[in-house]
Nanobody, 116 residues
């Protein structure tokens, strides 16, 4: 059974940091590109960051470049999103996605709230 379980969300003050984790199981993690998406209330889901299956290539949305870092540990079947210098506009539910040429899987999401 495929599972993607996000964790690490919470309430943080502007300027603070959080580290999200997504633990994967039930598929060959090292064969999948991994991404983080987010969806704020009343808005469409947007791509935040992508990391290739090997971890050599990363891509970021302009809104998070220089503040967020995506990484993965294929030995632990886990992908991370380090979020620094958080802003109120980063408030959203953050979702983990696994994608290959033949399939795509989603996690259930974790809430991140940036507020003073």
């Amino acid at each position: 059974q495929v599972q993607l379980v996000e964790s690490g969300g919470g309430l943080v003050q502007p300027g603070g940091s959080l580290r999200l984790s997504c633990a994967a199981s039930g598929f060959t993690f090292s064969s999948y590109a991994m991404s983080w998406y987010r969806q704020a209330p009343g808005k469409e889901r947007e791509l935040v960051a992508v990391i290739s299956s090997t971890g050599r290539t990363t891509t970021y949305a302009d809104s998070v470049k220089g503040r967020f870092t995506i990484s993965r540990d294929n030995a632990k079947n886990t992908v991370y999103l380090q979020m620094n210098s958080l802003k109120p506009e980063d408030t959203a539910v953050y979702y983990c996605n696994a994608k290959s040429s033949w399939s795509s899987y989603w996690g259930q999401g974790t809430q991140v709230t940036v507020s003073s």
